[in-house]
């Protein structure tokens, strides 16, 4: 069966829950990766921890390992006193891990979902590049908490 990571040390399971992140949605443009590939990671991280927890007991999960390396908690904790930002990869995975924290995850799928019914942005196969500033504005829009709203306002002003 399928086992990850692999002998040599290659995290399949995550890589490709990394890999979905792409497909959901890239930060910028062509030339400029707005996220510094941290969606992707933190989409990946999510996922593999999301199903470690729901879905333990299910046979395809018997070799999938890599929720011991690949965690939204060592994530956390590797970050501590990394200060949310779009300045570098870290910041930007502190600020997706805040957000994450503040508004969950289904908010921050509502809003990318939000952005793209709208359909205003670049596509390249079919996948939508998006800003950070997009990504507020859909959060604005989904997310209907005042008090949210406000630390949302003060994450990303």
């Not at 040599?8 to 443009?29: N, R």
């Not at 999510?46 to 470690?52: D, F, K, Q, R």
């Not at 870290?90 to 793209?116: K, M, Q």
Request: glycine share 8%; with cysteine.
């Amino acid at each position: 069966g399928f086992s990850s990571p692999t002998p040599d040390g290659k995290f399949q399971f995550y890589g490709l829950c990394h890999e979905l992140g792409h497909v959901i949605a890239m930060w910028g443009h062509r030339q400029l990766e707005e996220d510094h590939h941290a969606w992707a990671h933190y989409t990946g991280v999510v996922i593999v921890e999301h199903l470690a927890a729901t879905a333990r007991g299910a046979p395809w999960m018997k070799g999938l390992r890599d929720i011991r390396w690949r965690s939204l908690e060592k994530e956390r904790k590797r970050l501590e006193g990394h200060e949310p930002s779009l300045e570098s990869r870290d910041g930007v995975l502190a600020l997706l891990i805040a957000l994450h924290d503040l508004v969950g995850p289904r908010a921050l799928g509502a809003a990318v979902n939000d952005l793209d019914r709208r359909d205003q942005r670049l596509r390249i196969n079919r996948v939508r590049y998006y800003t950070f500033k997009e990504l507020r504005a859909g959060l604005d829009r989904v997310v209907k908490d005042r008090r949210k709203r406000k630390k949302l306002a003060a994450l990303m002003p």
